[in-house]
């Protein structure tokens, strides 16, 4: 069930990206609008990581990998 709540987190979080992005484009604050993409891509890799780093434990269980 959490990998559901991680999906919709995701999805959230990308709109409230993209409408931040659009946003300081348009209002020709393009350093401010890059930057802001670039924090929001880095709270999504962080949000992800330990559900990557939790699959390469269950391989490793699962063939038996030491």
């Known amino acids: ?3 559901v ?3 919709f ?3 959230a979080l990308g ?3 993209s409408i931040l992005f659009k ?3 348009q209002s020709e604050r393009d350093e401010i609008a890059y930057l802001t993409l670039l924090a929001g891509l880095a709270v ?3 949000w992800v990581l330990p559900v990557i780093a939790d699959l390469f434990r269950e391989v490793k ?3 038996q990998l030491y």
């Open 1 to 3: 069930m959490a990998d």
């Open 5 to 7: 709540n991680l999906i």
């Open 9 to 11: 987190q995701l999805a």
């Open 15 to 17: 709109i409230v990206m």
């Open 23 to 25: 946003y300081l484009k």
């Open 44 to 46: 999504a890799v962080l």
């Open 61 to 63: 269980s699962v063939f």
